[in-house]
């Protein structure tokens, strides 16, 4: 069952995401977080919510979705900086409690399988998703297994056009894989809460809610979710029936 909020613009996008994120913003709970620019103002509502509030995550526990492979921890486009750059250096969650999945190393596979444990471990509550250019969910692109775990993927090359703004423009600087949570993973958390603005995702907003659940489209999956949220801007649903 999907929820769909239709919102204003970003700003309104990032106010309403917030009010469902606050629910979870509790002892116990787990938060299934992601990167990209889509969640940045989720994340300043919690860092103001935190310093205004006291709203402490000493007892929340975190997963991320994805990692680029071979970017150094310190690259400050790894998901790693990006999380403690934006978040976890704001608020006090538990360094051993925020969890990005790992993309250096020797057995990446292995690594992977183990983040799947984890998160089998302690389910994940809500998970926060963006939304690939392409439909991608996490690093998920179009034709990944639905049933997938964590594993290291190839990125499509429209998500290497897309993300090259944050390697200086520049094609041949972006990784060409990441370590991603799975579709299968995805799928188990409890809540899921998806943001889309901008006309650059009006396709794949589209494809996602009214196409059929098909592989092509990996956000379609969440149609078959008993339990999502998807606040969409104007311009990422102009194309909505
Ligand atoms: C990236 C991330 C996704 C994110 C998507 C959209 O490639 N792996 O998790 O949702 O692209 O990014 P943005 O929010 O910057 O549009």
């Given at each position: 069952m999907i929820n769909i909020i239709r919102v204003k613009d970003y700003e309104e996008a990032s106010d309403k995401a917030f009010e469902v994120m606050k629910q979870f913003l509790v002892p116990g709970k787990v938060l299934g977080l992601a990167t990209g620019s889509t969640p940045l103002g989720l994340y300043a509502r919690m860092v103001k919510d935190h310093e205004?509030?006291?709203?402490?995550?000493?007892?929340i526990h975190s997963y991320n979705l994805d990692e680029y492979v071979?970017?150094?921890?310190?690259?400050?486009?790894s998901y790693y900086s990006f999380m403690h750059r934006n978040l976890f250096n704001k608020i006090d969650i538990r360094e051993e409690n925020a969890h990005v999945p790992s993309?250096?190393?020797?057995d990446l596979e292995e690594q992977a399988r183990k983040y799947d444990e984890m998160i089998d471990n302690e389910p994940v509550d809500i998970q926060l998703l963006g939304l690939g250019s392409d439909g991608h969910i996490a690093f998920n692109e179009p034709g990944t297994p639905f049933d997938s775990g964590t594993h290291v993927c190839d990125l499509a090359e429209s998500t290497i056009r897309d993300n090259c703004r944050f390697f200086?423009?520049?094609?041949?600087?972006?990784?060409t894989q990441a370590v991603t949570q799975g579709i299968g993973t995805i799928m188990k958390a409890k809540h899921i809460l998806l943001l889309a603005c901008g006309a650059n995702k009006a396709q794949a907003v589209k494809d996602m809610l009214e196409?059929?659940?098909?592989e092509s489209c990996p956000?379609?999956?969440?149609?078959?979710?008993?339990d999502v949220t998807v606040i969409i801007d104007e311009p990422a649903a102009a194309l909505l029936k």
């Open positions: 205004e509030n006291g709203t402490s995550y000493a007892d071979g970017l150094p921890l310190e690259h400050p486009e993309g250096l190393g020797e200086d423009n520049d094609m041949s600087k972006v990784p196409g059929p659940v098909d956000a379609s999956i969440l149609q078959n979710h008993p």
